[in-house]
């Protein structure tokens, strides 16, 4: 049953464009599933009435909407990285899922869509729920050339150093930065996993305006 319910999720999750980022167990009577964005998460998005509505935060709308119709069928409930403060530590529950590690320039990386990470929302079952292990190094060992540390043109991210935010938004000003607007942090980009996401131009170009309003 457990692996059954574990299939019905990632259906149900792919059916929307999200994809299951991993599992946890914050309690030894609790399961938290983390939901994340997938190849085919933008199409389906943009085919949803909060593409098109003209109201504020649309992702977030449509995630409340989707994710929370999952936890009502499913009979959990469900927790979002937005709609706070407080915020429930996405980040915290990541690094302990086994799939999502610090990379070298400090952002996370995931083992499938390495660091086009997109989570938008958790499953929290009030039961144990066997999860299947997830027991790999970070992929960024193995990883030889690590081009992420040397594809920002500002160095604004280091994994020993706060993130330089006005490096990084002046960059975003100049027409050299429009190559980061347009298509999403080149540091995140360069990542060889983040192929696996199947990234939309437009959808980091939406995230990027968000991060980056003008």
């Excluded at 609790?30 to 998005?45: A, N, S, Y």
């Excluded at 938004?169 to 360069?190: I, K, V, Y």
């Amino acid at each position: 049953m457990p692996l059954a319910l574990l299939d019905r999720i990632a259906r149900m999750a792919g059916a929307e464009g999200l994809i299951v980022m991993g599992g946890l167990h914050p309690a030894p009577d609790e399961t938290l599933v983390l939901l994340g964005c997938g190849p085919g998460f933008w199409p389906r998005f943009m085919a949803a009435p909060e593409a098109a509505d003209s109201l504020p935060d649309p992702v977030d709308r449509w995630s409340l909407r989707v994710i929370g119709g999952f936890a009502d069928t499913l009979g959990a409930s469900a927790a979002y990285p937005f709609g706070g403060p407080p915020y429930a530590p996405f980040i915290r529950w990541a690094l302990h899922s086994g799939r999502a590690f610090q990379s070298p320039v400090g952002m996370l990386v995931h083992d499938t869509v390495g660091m086009m990470i997109s989570y938008r929302g958790a499953l929290r079952f009030d039961r144990n729920i066997p999860l299947p292990p997830a027991t790999a190094p970070s992929p960024c060992l193995s990883c030889a050339d690590q081009p992420c540390t040397t594809a920002c043109p500002v160095g604004a991210l280091s994994a020993s150093q706060p993130y330089a935010l006005d490096a990084c938004h002046a960059f975003l000003d100049t027409p050299e930065g429009e190559d980061c607007m347009d298509n999403g942090c080149r540091a995140r980009r360069a990542c060889p996993l983040s192929a696996g996401a199947g990234r939309d131009p437009a959808q980091s170009a939406h995230h990027m305006k968000a991060f980056h309003p003008r």
